[in-house]
């Protein structure tokens, strides 16, 4: 079984940054996928960003050019540096990890953006 623990979420005025990180361990054979999701109050789960085995990244139209996801595979490890936030992104960002023979998602971690 996997699992993942998430950090980095908080409250932050627009304009600021914050880094989500989000570890996997336990039963890991390859991972495939690392993505973000957010879910804000009354509105549906939306990816955020994806990053592959082979480091290719995709993004959401509203985040492109402001947030970066990266991956550390020798820690089983993605990351999201989000910049110039606005109030818009405040949700809960979630962590999903695709891997052979499972799909993992996060606790969730609350990100607030102040105006």
């Known amino acids: 079984q996997v699992q993942l623990v998430e950090s980095g979420g908080g409250s932050v005025q627009a304009g600021g940054s914050l880094r989500l990180s989000c570890a996997a361990s336990?039963?890991?054979?390859?991972?495939?996928?690392m993505a973000w999701y957010r879910q804000a109050p009354g509105k549906q789960r939306e990816l955020v960003a994806v990053i592959n085995s082979g480091g290719v990244t995709k993004y959401a139209d509203s985040v492109k050019g402001r947030f970066t996801i990266s991956r550390n595979n020798a820690k089983n490890t993605v990351y999201l540096q989000m910049n110039s936030l606005k109030p818009e992104d405040t949700a809960v960002y979630y962590c999903?990890?695709?891997?052979?023979?499972?799909?993992?998602w996060g606790q969730g971690t609350q990100v607030t953006v102040s105006s």
């Open positions: 999903n990890v695709i891997a052979t023979l499972s799909n993992t």
């Open positions: 336990g039963r890991i054979f390859s991972i495939n996928i």
